[in-house]
């Protein structure tokens, strides 16, 4: 009777997948597009059935049009682009961009009342005539126009040769699952839709090519046109391109197809069939047959999720085989495909599991193909390379790596966040490397294979079925006794870093008692090895470590204790792992010198040199010296750097240093604490030195729940310490030479392309003067591609006893002193010359150098500029400036500002002022002034603000 019975739950069972799979089969897709690649246009007739697989009724209808996306300057996409600082789709002309046009929705021959949601004109919400019933269908007919757009902003689109690469490039049903699931193209490639079978007659010109990984069931050719029939059955994705020259190569075997224009790194087609042949042979291992007849393997796939490492290299450095390289992308491009083709995953808010089985499979092909393979390539066995910690590092450890440059700087997120909302890095890189290395924790805790099996069930089992995060934890709980909810709690949900220490260690010849701490708020679990030298003696699992745990194992033998010896733990801090038993000394780590700056040896406190050459300024020219530091590639707490050098031109050594410490918060606005001390002596004039000391405190906070917000804000405090060598003949020098000043400021910014904003109050107080000053910043691109650039200053004296003859501390019209030493000067004490022309956007940043340029008791300026034609603006300047004794002077002046790096490089060529058309007047090329950094670091910041 009890076998019956399990056998009747068994059916019933089977028979409710079998039902919930067939309802997902039965949507349909019929679709007439006719292309006029001249203008541009699909003209296309479809008709949609949907079925309602729920148990509500439904009166309104969604439908993504993520075509209509580009429409806009406003739409998700664009502000996404925009803050990324892409100006490509906002400088876009109006007709690179895409759009649609719907002229009628139907059902049942009757229209149907639509529209595009508000802030989302990528999604139409249509109501239907009558309510659409559980389990039933809804068939509607729809008619428009797709404007297609250029390639250049998501790479999916129209190239500048015609040739015509698609996705989501026609309108497709919503998801209902008990709730609406729909959301904006952001350039994430994540549109969530259900399978649907599909056909469609496509009608385009002679001389083109169409791929697709749909089966062609028919085709023709005409006097000036093609015609093709395209069928699949539940397809999630369709990707189409039409190109003049095809770069497609098809691969078969087996009834099953592998359509690829990958980049083939120059390899033998012998040697690409080998390969392919590997790599499919892996995946069927691994994940079984593949639900659809042909996989479509694109370079726009690759170059949108590449292997990072390879993609940032030079072409000409080429440290991994041609072989590898071809092999690890085609591996990780089918992975995607394979993954988002079968697994019916809302890729906007569980990415975390296609990236997690994608990455962890990936690790699988190299450990088990080429277990030797090293981080570094070929490069790692070279001399003077070999003895870096990084040539000893695996391929597969640069996982932890990547996760680790967002972990150690706090800039990290949990792997369930929505997709949209992750930073750039984060959604790229980091987070998918964590998901992977996670799933490789989950497995080496659990043992026996248990992760590394169950992924590959669980894929085989739920092809084309709808799945989430609850199902898989459902899943791998059912595969073991141990208690794993810290991965679906804190691993997986949280912020929560991994960190442990062994505290105490008591021995004896049979048993060794010893404290490991959990340095985090965590209930993760840690790896306890006993090693004899470097043979492993044994391995247990510290689980529920709250703050301090105390155990005793076996000695047998063994001589050091490791936490985490293997590194499959993320841990954000490996320091502190590790014990010896042969005495205190042994404890101690030995110092590492190492030239130029490595990975993180956790097992040697680790000092690097760089030699160095720059040029800082005039005076001292080209300096030569050496960098000492701490700093690895990973970043950490404590933080030391000097640089001792010798000044070419003035034959002295000169020389910066810096120690500093920080403090990481999470959970709160207040992310940073940082304070430290800094130091240099270089030259400030011809023959003459400055000696700087400042110790400083900075807070920094930004926005606890959306990181990828650019509003930040900082305040700072500082005390800045000068001896200068006295200069008599500088007429902008003080009688005093030492001095130190206070100095307090608070900023409050919001960097975006579209709309910049920026202001600070900052306060200073000297023996001699106390001043107040405030700035604020904005700037704006218009649709129009007009800049409009506006910048008020206002600053007064609260107390000024300065020598009235000196104006070394007053306020600066067109040229700062710097008496602080903060400003990028390369000639600081010219009055003449190129290098006095040199501009500073601080104080009155006036351009023309007039009549009153300096204010010892207030000063206000408002300064704008606005664009003429692309990169050439016209500036204007007014303010007021009051000295002592004197009366307001009203200034002004006017000119053309060439834009070349916003805030990097920039000119500007006056044109009128208090000082008349200065244009007409005598030395004009004096009278230019430019804007020009040297600092790599500043550069740099033009490539980190796209990722962080």
Known sequence: MFEIKLKLRLFSGVLCSLICYTCFSQNKIDLKAVFDIEKKQIKISQTIQYQNTTQ???????????????????????????????????????????????????????????????????????????????????????????????????????????????????????????????????????????????????????????????????????????????????????????????????????????????????????????????????????????????????????????????????????????????????????????????????????????????????????????????????????????????????????????????ARTNRDQPLTMPKDSLLKFN??????????????????????????????????????????????????????????????????????????????????????TLTITNKQDNSMPVSLYALNNDSIISKTWIENISKNKKITIPRNGANKLVLNYNSIIPEINARDNWKSLKGFFFNNKPLQFRVFQDIEDPYYNQVFFMPIAEFNNIYDGFTLGLRIYNKTVLRKLFNYRIEPQYSLKSRTF???????????????????????MSGGYVSYAENLFVRQLSPSLLFSFREKNDFRSNKKEALTLRYVDIHRDKDVNNVLTSNEPNYGVFNARYVDSDDNLINFRKWYADVQIAKNFSKLSFNYEYRRLFESNRQLNLRFFAGTFLKNNNDPNSNYFSFALDRPTDYLFEYPYLGRSEASGIFSQQYIDAEGSFKSKLDTPFANQWISTING???????????????????????????????????????????????????????????????????????????LGLFRRRWY
């Open 56 to 406: 509500d009724e439904l009166q309104t209808i969604y439908l993504n049009d993520w075509n209509n996306s580009y429409s806009t300057k406003k739409t998700p996409l664009a502000i996404r682009l925009a803050d990324e600082y892409k100006n490509v789709f906002h400088l876009a002309k109006n007709e690179e961009r895409g759009y649609s046009v719907i002229t009628s929705i139907k059902q049942d021959n009757e229209d149907l009342e639509f529209q595009q949601l508000k802030n989302q004109i990528d999604i139409i919400k249509v109501e239907l005539k009558k309510p659409l019933k559980p389990n039933a269908f809804y068939n509607i007919q729809l008619e428009y126009i797709v404007q297609i757009p250029s390639d250049k902003f998501t790479t999916y689109g129209i190239t500048n040769t015609g040739d015509v690469n698609l996705r989501y490039w026609y309108i497709t049903p919503a998801v209902y699952n008990g709730q609406w699931q729909y959301y904006s193209n952001k350039d994430l490639d994540d549109l969530y839709i259900p399978p649907a079978d599909v056909h469609l007659d496509i009608e385009y010109p002679l001389g083109y090519k169409l791929t697709s990984e749909l089966d062609v069931s028919k085709q023709s050719q005409s006097l000036n046109k093609q015609q093709i029939t395209l069928n699949g059955t539940n397809v999630l994705n369709n990707k189409l391109f039409l190109n003049k020259i095809s770069t497609f190569n098809t691969v078969q075997k087996d009834g099953f197809s592998l359509i690829s224009n990958i980049n083939d790194e120059g390899l033998e087609m012998i040697e690409k069939v080998l390969i392919t042949e590997r790599v499919t042979t892996f995946i069927r291992e691994k994940l079984k047959d593949y639900p659809h007849k042909q996989l479509l393997l694109t370079e726009i796939d690759y170059n949108k999720d590449p292997i990072y490492g390879l993609n940032f290299l030079p072409n000409f450095i080429k440290p991994y085989p041609n072989h590898f390289q071809y092999e690890l992308k085609l591996l990780k491009v089918v992975l995607r495909n394979y993954l988002e083709n079968t697994l019916l995953i809302n890729p906007r808010t569980d990415q975390w599991l296609l990236d997690g089985i994608q990455i962890y499979y990936l690790m699988d092909y190299v450990d088990e193909h080429y277990p030797n393979m090293k981080f570094l390539g070929g490069l790692a066995g070279f001399w003077g390379v070999r003895s870096f910690h990084a040539a000893d590092m695996k391929f597969n450890d640069k996982y932890i790596l990547a996760y680790m440059l967002m």
């Open 427 to 512: 959604n790229s890189i980091a987070n998918k490397y964590k998901a992977g290395i996670g799933l490789k924790y989950l497995d080496d805790f659990i043992n026996h294979d248990v992760v590394e099996n169950s992924l590959s069930s669980f894929v085989i089992e739920n092809k084309l079925k709808p799945v989430n995060t609850k199902d898989f934890e459902a899943y791998i709980k059912s595969k073991t006794d141990k208690d794993i909810d810290w991965f679906f709690t804190d691993y997986l949900k949280t912020r929560k870093k991994i960190d442990f220490k062994i505290k105490k260690v008591y021995k004896t010849e049979d048993s060794i």
């Open 654 to 676: 000169t020389g910066s240093a810096v120690v500093s410490m920080t403090h990481y918060l999470e959970n709160t606005n207040l992310y940073a604490i940082s304070y430290g």
């Open 865 to 939: 500029s606005t664009t003429l034609w692309k990169y050439v603006l016209m500036y204007g300047d007014v303010g007021l400036v009051k000295n002592r004794f004197d009366d307001v002077r009203f200034v002004y002046d006017s000119g053309i500002r060439i834009n070349l790096v916003t805030d990097y490089f920039e000119i500007y060529l006056p044109l009128y002022s208090n000082l008349g058309w200065e244009i007409g007047q005598p030395h004009y090329d004096q009278k230019i002034r430019f804007k020009f950094t040297v600092d790599p670091q500043a550069l």
